[in-house]
């Protein structure tokens, strides 16, 4: 599979900005749209989380403030960023969880990552 991300770029605090990550290719059976982000230094942090089920998780730094969804017919899934902060700037990643049962075997694969920088 390969993941496409967009949307990133320069937002002035209290602001919104929506995140998009697109999938083509060979697609197994999705476990978990997942987003991430990562500032210089530091190690990659799980942002959101949607699993197969519909259930949401979020990092508490973001919770009522950014909405994961996505887009089943577009094979698109979105992050919705609002009232963003300046500590939100980093580097956003798109991830999915997929497993195909019929080999079996499970992955985790990657988009290329989307900077978004937040003014105060």
């Known amino acids: 599979v390969q993941l496409q991300a967009s949307g990133g770029g320069l937002v002035q605090a209290g602001g919104s900005l929506r995140l998009s990550c697109k999938a083509s290719?060979?697609?197994?059976?999705?476990?978990?749209w997942e987003w991430y982000r990562q500032t210089l230094g530091h190690e990659r942090e799980l942002v959101a989380k949607m699993a197969r089920s519909g259930d949401t998780n979020y990092a508490d730094s973001v919770k009522g403030r950014f909405t994961i969804s996505k887009d089943n017919g577009k094979n698109t899934f979105y992050l919705q960023m609002n009232r963003v902060k300046p500590e939100d700037t980093a580097v956003y990643y798109c991830a999915l969880d997929e497993i195909n049962y019929d080999v079996p075997i499970a992955r985790r694969s990657w988009g290329q990552g989307t900077q978004v920088t937040v003014s105060s």
């Open positions: 290719g060979n697609i197994f059976t999705i476990n978990a």
